[in-house]
């Protein structure tokens, strides 16, 4: 089983790809039994879509390969706070979990907190996590 430092990695390596369009950084991917069934990463500028957002394309092909708009089972991760419009999706989508990753820069030292998720129709949980 794999932890989730690796598939935040993953989410990163998106990131990248984002960069190397010269697309804001953030990257996103949705994991079901422990493997990935979704990646996505901005695509705004290079498509001239206002809504082409990591998690937004990230939901939308799980969605695909789950044949279902209810993602129950899913867990996001995401390299970046998402926006209203994709948190909106995020909820509507019932993903289970949802982990943030924020590099924080301070006096040369680069430090990352996680935080999770976790959502039912009645409650979200929050766990957050730091690495140093």
């Given at each position: ?18 960069q190397m369009l010269n697309e ?55 390299t970046l706070e998402p926006c ?29 907190s996680w935080i999770y998720f ?15």
């Amino acid at each position: 089983m794999k932890d989730d430092v690796y598939y935040m990695n993953l989410a990163l390596k998106e990131a990248k790809k984002a960069q190397m369009l010269n697309e804001v950084p953030i990257g996103a991917l949705i994991v079901i039994d422990d493997q990935v069934i979704s990646t996505g990463h901005n695509l705004r500028e290079t498509e001239q879509n206002a809504t082409a957002h990591a998690e937004l394309l990230a939901i939308n092909e799980a969605c695909r390969a789950t044949g279902s708009w209810r993602l129950e089972d899913a867990t996001l991760y995401v390299t970046l706070e998402p926006c209203p419009m994709c948190a909106g999706a995020i909820l509507q989508s019932r993903v289970k979990g949802l982990f943030l990753e924020r590099m924080i820069q301070r006096l040369a030292v680069q430090a990352h907190s996680w935080i999770y998720f976790e959502m039912n129709a009645l409650t979200i949980n929050v766990m957050l996590q730091a690495v140093y």
